[in-house]
T-cell receptor, first 122, second 110 residues
Framework: EAQVTQNPRYLITVTGKKLTVTCSQN?????MSWYRQDPGLGLRQIYY???????DKGDVPEGYKVSRKEKRNFPLILESPSPNQTSLYFC?????????????????????FGPGTRLTVT | GQQVMQIPQYQHVQEGEDFTTYCNSS?????IQWYKQRPGGHPVFLIQ?????EVKKQKRLTFQFGEAKKNSSLHITATQTTDVGTYFC??????????FGAGTQVVVTP
């Protein structure tokens, strides 16, 4: 089954304790992305990756790190979590191939989202 | 960067009625995507529009991209309880950066 998986699904931690949220997709997608969702703010992009070893900042990258060593995995790292990083986090992946022509394009198409990770930092 | 504003923020609809949610931008957009997120769930892709004036339909849902490519709308006819959720519009630039609207939360009363 085509899917995006995230672990853990729920996490309560304390300020300053490093943590990693894993994300994996089995669809051979080039594009992967992390978002945080907060009430009234919609989804805000943290980091994204157009392909292996290529990562770029989204709108809210401060306090986060990512890596893309393999195509299927895109972990999100919080080196020193703070309470303002309490949020619902979603990983997503997407193909960069035009579904009609099959050609590779600069941007991406429909995103497939993981189930979410609810993080609380106390 | 590209910013998209969604209105209304909340929409209470009687079952069977129609409603429309809007997505507006001050800049020309290369594309618009629409997603639906059920309560407690994750966003699910509905459609992508790329052409000026494009209209696409999915059963009771009609999506439209404005002629100037600065706005989009999602119209739902004969609302059902299964339409409950938050609808987001989103746009992406050529470098893969996404911008999501804040969403329209839809509540359906029987």
């Amino acid at each position: 089954e085509a899917q995006v998986t995230q672990n853990p699904r729920y996490l309560i931690t304390v300020t300053g304790k490093k943590l990693t949220v894993t994300c994996s997709q089995n669809m051979n997608h080039e594009y992967m992305s992390w978002y945080r969702q907060d009430p009234g703010l919609g989804l805000r992009q943290i980091y994204y990756s157009m392909n292996v070893e290529v990562t770029d900042k989204g709108d809210v990258p401060e306090g986060y790190k990512v890596s893309r060593k393999e195509k299927r995995n895109f972990p999100l790292i919080l080196e020193s979590p703070s309470p303002n990083q309490t949020s619902l986090y979603f990983c997503a992946s997407s193909s960069r191939r035009d579904p009609t022509s099959g050609r590779s394009t600069p941007s991406s198409y429909e995103q497939y989202f993981g189930p979410g990770t609810r993080l609380t930092v106390t | 960067g590209q910013q998209v504003m969604q209105i209304p923020q909340y929409q209470h609809v009687q079952e069977g009625e129609d409603f429309t949610t809007y997505c507006n931008s001050s800049t020309t957009l290369s594309n618009i995507q629409w997603y639906k997120q059920r309560p407690g769930g994750h966003p699910v892709f509905l459609i992508q529009l790329v052409k000026s004036g494009e209209v696409k339909k999915q059963k009771r849902l009609t999506f439209q991209f404005g002629e100037a490519k600065k706005n989009s709308s999602l119209h739902i006819t004969a609302t059902q309880t299964t339409d409950v959720g938050t609808y987001f519009c989103a746009t992406t630039d050529s470098w893969g950066k996404f911008q999501f609207g804040a969403g329209t939360q839809v509540v359906v009363t029987p």
